[in-house]
T-cell receptor, first 111, second 116 residues
Framework: KNQVEQSPQSLIILEGKNCTLQ??????????LRWYKQDTGRGPVSLTI?????NTKSNGRYTATLDADTKQSSLHITASQLSDSASYIC??????????FGKGTRLSVIA | GAGVSQTPSNKVTEKGKYVELRCDPI?????LYWYRQSLGQGPEFLIY????????DSGLPNDRFFAVRPEGSVSTLKIQRTERGDSAVYLC??????????????FGQGTRLTVV
């Protein structure tokens, strides 16, 4: 079964600190991996998209890494801000078929 | 429009009633997706359209759920004989083509369906 597992389930950090979210997947064949940010009550918004040949991709304070051999990805957030509080969802694409979503990590940034 | 638009934003219905949820994708996007998201969960795939045809409807939970996209743009998700377990946020997304490559998928804000 194609699965995307994320950890931790939830995380609380102080404003200004860094954090790293993890994603393991078993989706095959693998085409691309995306990280989405979903604010409460809103639709997901894409942060990064990586193909199997890419190891890292940055978008401002967000940096995603991908190891296609071990089927692992991480999302690193630098110098967190209160507005980073949201769910971060790892999503894997396989061929020309629908995306497979993880359950997300709920991040809370507190002052 | 500028983004994916979903209407209504909230819908409360009684158990057993019929509901329709509408999605207006970004103009020119041929691919359209419906997902369902329960509280604390990631979105779960329901159905995927490429143009007017349903390319993959394997995520529809049962025959009470049906979706159409008659002209290849607006899509309607239809739920018959609603049950309390159908309560969730229904998300729609669109992209220029299929998502096998680096095609960006854009999501609407969702319709929150509550069955009482």
């Amino acid at each position: 079964k194609n699965q995307v597992e994320q950890s931790p389930q939830s995380l609380i950090i102080l404003e200004g600190k860094n954090c790293t979210l993890q994603c393991n997947y078993t989706v095959s064949p693998f085409s691309n991996l995306r990280w989405y940010k979903q604010d409460t009550g809103r639709g997901p918004v894409s942060l990064t998209i990586m193909t199997f040949s890419e190891n890292t991709k940055s978008n401002g304070r967000y940096t995603a890494t991908l190891d296609a051999d071990t089927k692992q990805s991480s999302l690193h957030i630098t110098a967190s801000q209160l507005s980073d509080s949201a769910s971060y969802i790892c999503v894997v694409g396989k061929g020309n078929t629908p995306l497979v979503f993880g359950k997300g990590t709920r991040l809370s940034v507190i002052a | 429009g500028a983004g994916v638009s979903q209407t209504p934003s909230n819908k409360v219905t009684e158990k057993g009633k019929y509901v329709e949820l509408r999605c207006d994708p970004i103009s020119g996007h041929t691919a359209l997706y419906w997902y369902r998201q329960s509280l604390g969960q990631g979105p779960e795939f329901l159905i995927y359209f490429q143009g007017t045809g349903a390319a993959d409807d394997s995520g529809l939970p049962n025959d009470r759920f049906f979706a159409v996209r008659p002209e290849g743009s607006v899509s309607t998700l239809k739920i018959q004989r609603t049950e309390r377990g159908d309560s969730a946020v229904y998300l729609c997304a669109s992209s220029l083509s299929g998502t096998g490559f680096n095609t960006e998928a854009f999501f609407g804000q969702g319709t929150r369906l509550t069955v009482v």
